[in-house]
């Protein structure tokens, strides 16, 4: 997948002990058993950890592992191409 969706299973497995062989794309987080007050939490970890504002008030139990992490990407700035070194300017 993309990087923002292995660090999602990740901190799911370390901070909030979810078995990371039952995070899929499409378990909700009231399915990995996370509650509201641990979607909240997990929110907020996110928040702080990529510097990105996230609605908290769209944070639910019933979103996917894919939908969070989609949520995360669309927050994050989109990388620049490098510029060409070939002296052309292009």
């Known amino acids: 997948m993309n990087r923002v969706y292995d660090r999602l299973v990740t901190l799911l497995h370390n901070k909030f002990e979810v078995p990371a062989d039952r995070v899929e794309p499409t378990a909700t987080l009231g399915e990995l058993d996370l509650d ?14 990529w510097g990105i504002a ?10 996917t592992v894919a ?24």
Do not use: C, F, K
């Open 36 to 49: 509201s007050l641990a979607v909240v939490e997990l929110y907020v970890t996110l928040q702080e950890e």
């Open 54 to 63: 996230l609605d908290d008030s769209a944070a639910s139990a019933e979103l």
């Open 67 to 90: 939908e969070v992490a989609h949520s995360v990407s669309e927050q994050l700035p989109l990388p620049t191409e490098p510029v060409p070194h070939d002296g052309s300017g292009r």
